[in-house]
T-cell receptor, first 116, second 117 residues
Framework: GAVVSQHPSRVICKSGTSVKIECRSLDFQATTMFWYRQFPKKSLMLMATSNEGSKATYEQGVEKDKFLINHASLTLSTLTVTSAHPEDSSFYIC????????????FGPGTRLLVL | AQKITQTQPGMFVQEKEAVTLDCTYDTSDPSYGLFWYKQPSSGEMIFLIYQGSYDQQNATEGRYSLNFQKARKSANLVISASQLGDSAMYFCAMRVAGGTSYGKLTFGQGTILTVHP
């Protein structure tokens, strides 16, 4: 299957700093990538849809200015958590859509963010 | 609006036995896809199986099969011959066609499966 990577896998930062998370499709081009947030033992909540070359579409309740998403190329999308606070601590997972057929989404391994 | 419901927070099964994880969905869109993902403790989401709304036959992938009952709007996952490595969180998800976020998935609450030796 298609491979999606995320970097970093784990990050600890101080409150007030910004953190950038990268999501890359390694062996295919992804015109659409998705960013999810997951709390321990809970479901995945879609934050935004990232389309290459255009502005991201955010889900209701997600702060656009706090969670900046950039999809600069067909293989890379980034999520920047600006002015991070302890409540932003979570597991962030990206996925990339493989067009055609099943329209399967392949997920990255996730990034655990801890804001102190 | 689309909704996915998994009513079993936790399930237990003996090794080598079969287990069914329940999933019901709700959508008014006639074209949709149903997915099952496995999430072990490491956090990665592993794609297991897919069922399209127009597929006539139930999907199967190795030990995984999807019991698709369209009239009941259910898409239960059946795992045959359970293995210890099957212990994980399992998510049912649905994708509907169209819209500005084409391809986005809506997930159920998840079911934690524990396989006993």
């Amino acid at each position: 299957g298609a491979v999606v990577s995320q970097h970093p896998s784990r990050v600890i930062c101080k409150s007030g700093t910004s953190v950038k998370i990268e999501c890359r499709s390694l062996d295919f081009q992804a015109t659409t990538m998705f960013w999810y947030r997951q709390f321990p033992k809970k479901s995945l909540m879609l934050m935004a849809t990232s389309n290459e070359g255009s502005k991201a579409t955010y889900e209701q309740g997600v702060e656009k200015d706090k969670f900046l998403i950039n999809h600069a190329s067909l293989t890379l999308s980034t999520l920047t958590v600006t002015s991070a606070h302890p409540e932003d601590s979570s597991f962030y997972i990206c996925s990339a859509r493989v067009a055609g057929g099943r329209e399967t989404q392949y997920f990255g391994p996730g990034t655990r963010l801890l804001v102190l | 609006a689309q909704k996915i419901t998994q009513t079993q927070p936790g399930m237990f099964v003996q090794e080598k036995e079969a287990v069914t994880l329940d999933c019901t969905y709700d959508t008014s869109d006639p074209s949709y896809g149903l997915f099952w993902y496995k999430q072990p403790s490491s956090g990665e989401m592993i794609f297991l199986i897919y069922q399209g709304s127009y597929d006539q036959q139930n999907a199967t992938e190795g030990r995984y099969s999807l019991n698709f009952q369209k009239a009941r709007k259910s898409a239960n996952l059946v795992i045959s011959a359970s293995q210890l490595g099957d212990s994980a969180m399992y998510f049912c998800a649905m994708r509907v066609a169209g819209g500005t976020s084409y391809g986005k998935l809506t997930f159920g609450q998840g079911t934690i499966l524990t396989v006993h030796p």
